[in-house]
């Protein structure tokens, strides 16, 4: 049975940092790129950064965020500094392959002083 399961989530002041991890399993986990999403109230899912041979960051979070893997533990992490308030919403694992899409429930970030 495949799960990702994220952790990390919280309150944070502006100008913070969190560290955000996704523990997958059911899967071989350093076959897939690894992605992070987020989803914020009453609006659409935005890609935030992947990484599989490269990595790739949304412009609004380059130079804040770190995304990385460790493929002995099947997690991935997504290290967030200097955090605004517009980074809060729910951050989602996605591990994408061909012809499998898999996704975790979130976990819910906010960012307010």
């Known amino acids: 049975q495949v799960q990702l399961v994220e952790s990390g989530g919280g309150l944070v002041q502006p100008g913070g940092s969190l560290r955000l991890s996704c523990v997958a399993s059911g899967f071989t986990f350093s076959n897939y790129d690894m992605r992070w999403y987020r989803q914020a109230p009453g609006k659409e899912r935005e890609f935030i950064a992947s990484?599989?041979?490269?990595?790739t960051y949304t412009s609004s979070v380059k130079g804040r965020f770190t995304i990385s893997r460790d493929n002995a533990k099947n997690t991935e992490y997504l290290q967030m500094n200097r955090l605004k308030a517009e980074d809060t919403a729910v951050y989602l694992c996605n591990a994408w392959a061909w012809g499998s899409d898999y996704w975790g429930k979130g976990t819910l970030v906010t960012v307010s002083s």
């Open positions: 990484i599989g041979g490269s990595t």
